[in-house]
């Protein structure tokens, strides 16, 4: 039973540039939320998916947006980057109605 | 005010001690509590959930105080591979967006 999956494991981008980040969950999970770790703090919520909708968005800016698929599959976009979008982003895939949320492994951006 | 807040630590503790992290949250009409685990540059795991009666798995102890908006977790006989991050979590609404604390650093020394 395959675990969430997330593409690539690290990235580096220059500011103003464009990231796409992947994410494939857990089997039999249908719900997609989104991350972001800065060094040293906890995961911050940007937000989550569901039914190929946003359906919980976090205090983001606009310049981070998502998308899922009919796979239950989602990507992450983030665009005009910053050197404070340098973090760790983490997907968390689970069942709608259930709580418990597994995390990937990560996707580790530094902005230069 | 930070939405959950916990001691940064690190707490430094010998192999056998037992170990207490407190963390508090704002929002009293929080629905669900839990405690992730976070080892050096990997991903949060669930620990485990904390229930108002107060759960214990081995040598991990959780409890929630609802009328206090605190949540402990109590680690006995600590071991070496405890040494992690410790993240107290919380669900604020039924939408399932989790609310995470700064963590908890625990080092246990031979």
């Known amino acids: 039973d395959a675990g969430v999956t997330q593409s690539p494991t690290h990235l580096i981008k220059t500011r103003g540039q464009q990231v796409t980040l992947r994410c494939s969950p857990k089997?039999?999970?249908?719900?997609v939320s989104w991350y972001q770790q800065a060094l040293g703090q906890g995961p911050q919520f940007i937000f989550q998916?569901?039914?190929?909708?946003?359906?919980q968005r976090g205090n983001f800016p606009d310049r981070f947006s998502g998308h899922q698929f009919p796979n239950y599959s989602s990507e992450l976009n983030v665009n005009a980057l910053l050197l404070g979008d340098s973090a760790l982003y983490l997907c968390?895939?689970?069942?709608?109605?259930?709580?418990?949320?597994?995390f990937g492994p990560g996707t580790r951006l530094l902005v230069l | 005010r930070k939405e959950v807040e916990q001691d940064p630590g690190p707490f430094n503790v010998p192999e056998g001690a037992t170990v207490a992290f407190n963390c508090t949250y704002s929002n009293s009409a929080s629905q669900s509590f839990f405690w992730y685990r976070q080892d050096c540059r990997k991903e949060p795991k669930l620990l485990m959930s904390?229930?108002?009666s107060g759960n214990e798995d081995g040598r991990f102890t959780a409890q929630l105080n609802r009328a206090s908006q605190y949540i402990s977790l109590l680690i006995r006989d600590s071991k070496l591979s405890d040494s992690a991050t410790y993240l107290c979590v919380v669900n604020m609404d039924a939408g399932n967006m989790l609310t995470f604390g700064g963590g908890t650093r625990l080092m246990v020394k031979p």
């Open positions: 089997s039999g999970h249908d719900t």
């Open positions: 998916y569901y039914e190929e909708e946003e359906r």
């Open positions: 904390v229930y108002s």
């Open positions: 968390a895939s689970s069942l709608r109605g259930v709580e418990t949320q597994y």
